[in-house]
Nanobody, 113 residues
Framework: QVKLVESGGGLVQAGGSLRLSCAAS????????FGWYRQPTGKQREFIAG???????TYPDSVKGRFTISRDNAKNTVYLEMNSLKPEDTAVYFC???????WGQGTQVTVSS
């Protein structure tokens, strides 16, 4: 079982950037696919980025071109680089395996206009 801890959230102005990190425990890190998900207050959680064991990535149109997911197998860490942030990106951001297992605490990202 992989345990995941997200970090790097915060308050940023519209147009700014943030990088989120997801530290994973477990010896099978390199064999797992990982995703970033987000949940705005009062809304459903949504998938926003995925990276597979071969480093292929996938994004929905809502973040494509602005967000970049990456992984460092040596550090057991998954990253989400977020650029050109918009107020509608405000949410709690979570990382998880694909398909998702248990959810962690997430990290809050707030984008002010």
């Amino acid at each position: 079982q992989v345990k995941l801890v997200e970090s790097g959230g915060g308050l940023v102005q519209a147009g700014g950037s943030l990088r989120l990190s997801c530290a994973a425990s477990g010896s099978t890190f390199r064999n797992n696919a990982f995703g970033w998900y987000r949940q705005p207050t009062g809304k459903q959680r949504e998938f926003i980025a995925g990276i597979y064991y071969n480093s292929l990535t996938t994004y929905p149109d809502s973040v494509k071109g602005r967000f970049t997911i990456s992984r460092d197998n040596a550090k057991n860490t998954v990253y989400l680089e977020m650029n050109s942030l918009k107020p509608e990106d405000t949410a709690v951001y979570f990382c998880n395996i694909i398909p998702p297992g248990s959810w962690g605490q997430g990290t809050q990202v707030t984008v002010s206009s």
